[in-house]
């Protein structure tokens, strides 16, 4: 008999009982049996042991991926002397003068003139050719005696400055020797303290010049932070950080993002986990990766603000810390300059 015949019953075959013997019958079934558990078998399906063919009756556990960015303004000016510094350049400039060779006067004044007559009078005055370093003369009895005292005000910089405008103002020689040249007003520097300063003025980009300001904003839900946004599908952080600057302030902030590396990330995980029914996902928080920016020019302006922020500040390092979480300044204070 062909292999992968079928037999059929004996109870069907006319001559089953009277005319075979028991071991042909005996062959006969176990064939039978056999040909029929291979037709059970081919019957049913492959299993298939991809593991990832399954459907997942479970979402994927993630963290939203979020771009932020700390906007800074550095500082625009030199930070404060220290007391023991400015004592130190006094007594600096004082031994210059006591080691430097005497100020040949008659080779810049002619001899009788009208600057002649002025430069002595000044050198009456002041004893010396330096101009701010106080009633000190370098080649004297005294002049071993160039130390600042404790509490002088030579070493302050606002004494420094009013001898130096008193010095450059012109003098009644010209008038008695007839001299009618008119000479330019002096103007006295920009103070170091503005009048933001003065008016404690938070938005103001013209205040603490000697610090490094940071921009923070009040989100919709009354938090002050870094400006944030999600980043969107295959969108690198450097490009979702210029994206953000522009819907957070607008565009007439002229900013550079520097370089393409995160200075740090906050991680916020939710009391409530997030499904995402469409890509199977359950959110657990968000993990914002913040990116390094400068602003060189302009200001930030809301009134196009695309994430419902409701107000900025620009504020330096330790001012930052009375407005935020202790939670968010714990992962932000590193990234944040001392001065």
């Known amino acids: 008999m062909p292999k992968g015949t079928s037999l059929p019953a ?40 991809d593991a990832s063919a399954l459907p997942s009756s479970s979402p994927q556990l993630a963290y939203q991926l979020r771009a932020g960015v700390v906007l800074s303004r ?22 210059n003068e006591r080691l430097a060779l005497p100020f040949s006067h008659w ?24 101009h701010e370093i106080g009633t000190y003369s370098s080649s004297g ?23 130096l405008l008193e010095d450059a103002q012109p003098s009644n020689v010209n008038e ?33 010049l000697q610090r490094t300001l940071y921009l923070l904003i009040k989100n919709a839900e009354g938090r002050w932070i870094f400006p944030h946004t999600r980043v969107m599908g295959k969108e690198s952080l450097h490009t979702a950080a210029e994206r953000l600057l522009v819907q957070t302030g607008g565009i007439n902030m002229n900013t550079w993002v520097v370089g393409n590396v995160p200075i740090g990330h906050y991680e916020f995980n939710f009391r409530r986990h997030i499904a995402q029914q469409k890509e199977n996902l359950e959110e657990l928080g968000e993990k914002t990766f913040f990116m390094k920016a400068r602003i060189m020019a302009g200001q930030a302006n809301l009134a196009q603000n695309a994430f419902g922020d409701t107000d900025f500040q620009w504020l330096s390092k ?14 932000i204070r590193n990234m944040l300059g001392d001065r």
Not at 27 to 48: G, L
Not at 76 to 87: G, M, N, S, V
Not at 107 to 130: H, L, T
Not at 147 to 163: F, K, P, R
Request: aromatic residues 8%; hydrophobic residues 30%; proline residues 7%.
């Open 176 to 208: 008695e020797e007839g001299a009618n040249s008119a000479r330019e007003p002096v103007e006295r520097p920009m103070p170091r303290v503005t009048e933001a300063d003065k008016e404690g003025n938070t938005k103001s980009l013209d205040r603490s």
């Open 10 to 49: 004996l109870s069907h075959v006319p001559w089953a009982s009277s005319h075979i013997c028991k071991s042909c019958r005996a062959t006969i079934s176990r064939q039978r049996r056999y040909a029929t558990a291979a037709a059970a078998v081919a019957e049913d399906p492959p299993a298939n042991n």
């Open 74 to 95: 550095p500082p625009q000016i030199t930070r404060d002397l220290t007391p023991f510094e400015k004592a130190f350049y006094l007594y600096q400039r004082r031994l």
């Open 318 to 331: 330790e001012e930052i810390e009375n407005f935020v979480t202790q939670q968010y300044w714990a992962s």
């Open 107 to 130: 080779f810049y004044f002619p001899k009788g003139s009208a600057a002649e007559k002025e430069w002595k009078r000044k050198i009456r005055d002041r004893r010396n050719p330096a």
């Open 141 to 163: 009895k005294g002049a071993w005696n160039d130390e600042v005292l404790i509490g002088a005000s030579e070493s302050e910089t606002e004494h420094q400055v009013d001898a």
